[in-house]
């Protein structure tokens, strides 16, 4: 990759990063920063999938951990991994 591609990566991922830090609870965003650990495909998919709901309007508050566990529930199902609550 050049510089070019290189910068315009941070810049989007700055971009997501401000985005989800306003829609997410502090809790919900530490929940993310819990799977991107573990599970960063599954990461991936759920800031995806939450910028989409935002981006089409349909989210009308901001998601709170309850919700943000849900989201992941429903992603993890397909892959048979599972959520636990410690």
Known sequence: MNEYQLE???RIE???KKALGA???KEAWERLARV???NPQLAGQAEIYLLQIYQTGK????I???KMRD????LSE???TSIRRI
């Open 64 to 66: 709170t951990d309850k």
């Open 71 to 74: 989201v992941l529930g429903v």
């Open 36 to 38: 991107r650990a573990v």
């Open 78 to 80: 397909d892959k048979g």
């Open 8 to 10: 315009e990566m941070r």
């Open 23 to 25: 829609l997410l609870t």
């Open 59 to 62: 989210m009308t508050e901001r």
């Open 14 to 16: 700055e971009m997501k």
